[in-house]
């Protein structure tokens, strides 16, 4: 794999593991070598998420969202925001992106503000989902907020420790 840059892995079992990173730079593991994908892009990549759905998505530079698969890549969300996502994970049967600025939900045919609590939004960021994947945590540096699928929780958050 030479120089390559990881920054992000994800994948569906040991043969079926996805590695981004660089400019434009995916693999793809098959259970016994990796394979460069045909990307259709050389932009800065950040993050990558396997759905449930069976598709593959990569966040790249200033938000841009990829859905794909080996060889097969399109883009779905153009890189409209200042800073790249911080996460992308799949969580309650929808692809969430989280950023500095908050969650957005990708629903089929464009990104859109996650309708979340504005407390919520102040402390997202990074994602994370429990191994049994009935909660998603999200953090930022403001602080953190858990999800059950119907109810959301501010763990802690800055603003109240400075009260």
Known sequence: MGDFIWNDAA??????????GGAGDVWHFDGKKWSQ????SNERLYNVCCGDDG??????????????????WKKLSDGNYSVPWKDIAWFAGKLWCGSDY???????????RAPVPADVQLV?????????????LTAGPDGAALFDGTKWEVLFSRHDLED
């Open 55 to 72: 598709k593959v998505y990569i966040g790249g530079n200033m938000g841009s969202l990829y859905v794909g698969r080996e060889n097969s």
């Open 124 to 136: 997202s960021g990074a994602i994370d989902i429990s191994p049994d994947k009935t909660l998603m």
């Open 37 to 40: 994908c045909s990307f259709p």
């Open 11 to 20: 994948g569906y079992s040991e043969n079926d593991i996805y590695a981004i």
């Open 102 to 112: 908050g969650l957005w939900e990708w629903h089929g045919t464009e990104l859109v």
